[in-house]
């Protein structure tokens, strides 16, 4: 069975840092790209950082330089390690593969993990 559990959110003032991380398991494997969302209320998912299997990595303007994605294949966890945090930057994170999973054509997604960055 799938699973993506995500760790390592919290509240932190602007300009802390935070890493968090995502333990997959199941038929998504270190042959997967991986990626990170985030989520604010009545807003869509979006993209921050992804990973290739290969290492090779992407990253929006807006978190580019503040935002470093890794992976341990060895474990099958995937980080985001987050310096320089905007009050922007709070929201509900995800991991994902990407594009993201499905299960039975159905969307997966784990619970997720609150970042909340204060001014």
């Known amino acids: 069975q799938e699973q993506l559990v995500e760790s390592g959110g919290g509240l932190v003032q602007a300009g802390g840092s935070l890493r968090l991380s995502c333990a997959a398991s199941?038929?998504?494997?270190?042959?997967?790209?991986m990626g990170w969302y985030r989520q604010t209320p009545g807003k869509m998912r979006v993209l921050v950082a992804s990973?290739?299997?290969?290492?090779?990595?992407n990253y929006p303007d807006s978190v580019t330089g503040r935002f470093t994605i890794s992976r341990d294949s060895a474990v099958n966890t995937v980080y985001l390690q987050m310096y320089g945090l905007k009050p922007e930057d709070t929201a509900i994170y995800y991991c994902?593969?990407?594009?993201?999973?499905?299960?039975?054509?159905?969307?997966?997604w784990g619970q997720g993990t609150q970042v909340t960055v204060s001014s």
């Open positions: 994902n593969t990407v594009p993201s999973f499905t299960v039975n054509g159905k969307p997966y």
């Open positions: 199941g038929s998504i494997s270190s042959l997967n790209s």
């Open positions: 990973i290739t299997s290969e290492g090779r990595t």
